[in-house]
């Protein structure tokens, strides 16, 4: 089955810094890669996703590159805010369409 | 527009007993997939239905099952209950029997004593 590694497990960046986190996957039949964001407490919520006939899709501060010879995709997040501190979670689908997550990255925003 | 709803928000169970747990999903949306989420960890895949029918199962045992109704919202059931079953279980709705594009609920945090 799919196997997804998601690094750092923390990020610490100030305020209108650029945040990366970056995924690797196993499965080579992975065509869908969501990125949820978790605030404390509350439901995962999906924020950007990419399929695998797409290098690189953006939307206003975030964006999602996904390397299919690598296996390896990444969100970036611009000009960071203090409202983008939150646990960060990469997926990938498998040739079964299973969803598998990463252990998650926890973004910490400092004012 | 109603998102995807679960009930109960919490729940506390003894060892052994049963529990079942509800969602209803977005709508617009026929399918319901059920996680897992340990403390700390990412959603683990439970089963996904379509159609009233279980189409996707991740690794977890039989004590896990479910139901999806005519209307497409859905139940999961954990018979046995085990301490290592306390958790936060999310169900997520999409559309077509496909998980593209899908939606969570706030989750059910499951204690078992």
């Known amino acids: 089955g799919e196997n997804v590694e998601q690094h750092p497990s923390t990020l610490s960046v100030q305020e209108g810094d650029s945040a990366v986190i970056k995924c690797t996957y196993s499965?080579?039949?992975?065509?869908?890669f969501p990125w949820y964001k978790q605030e404390l407490g509350k439901r995962p919520q999906l924020i950007i996703d990419?399929?695998?006939?797409?290098g690189e899709k953006k939307d206003q501060r975030i964006a999602v590159t996904l390397n299919k010879t690598a296996k390896h995709f990444s969100l970036h997040i611009t000009e960071t805010q203090p409202e983008d501190s939150a646990v960060y979670f990469c997926?990938?689908?498998?040739?079964?369409?299973?969803?598998?997550f990463g252990r998650g990255t926890s973004l910490i925003v400092h004012p | 527009d109603a998102g995807v709803t679960q009930s109960p928000t919490h729940l506390i169970k003894t060892r052994g007993q049963q529990v079942t747990l509800r969602c209803s999903p977005k709508s617009g949306h026929d399918t319901v997939s059920w996680y897992q989420q340990a403390l700390g960890q990412g959603p683990q895949f439970i089963f996904q239905y379509y159609e009233e029918e279980e189409r996707q199962r991740g690794n977890f045992p039989d004590r896990f099952s479910g139901h999806q109704f005519p209307n497409y919202s859905s139940e999961l059931n954990v018979n046995a209950l085990l301490l290592g079953d306390s958790a936060l279980y999310l169900c997520a709705s999409s559309k077509g029997g496909w998980v593209t594009e899908a939606f969570f609920g706030q989750g059910t945090r499951l204690t078992v004593v």
């Open positions: 499965d080579s039949a992975s065509n869908y």
């Open positions: 997926a990938g689908t498998g040739g079964s369409y299973i969803p598998t």
């Open positions: 990419i399929r695998s006939n797409v």
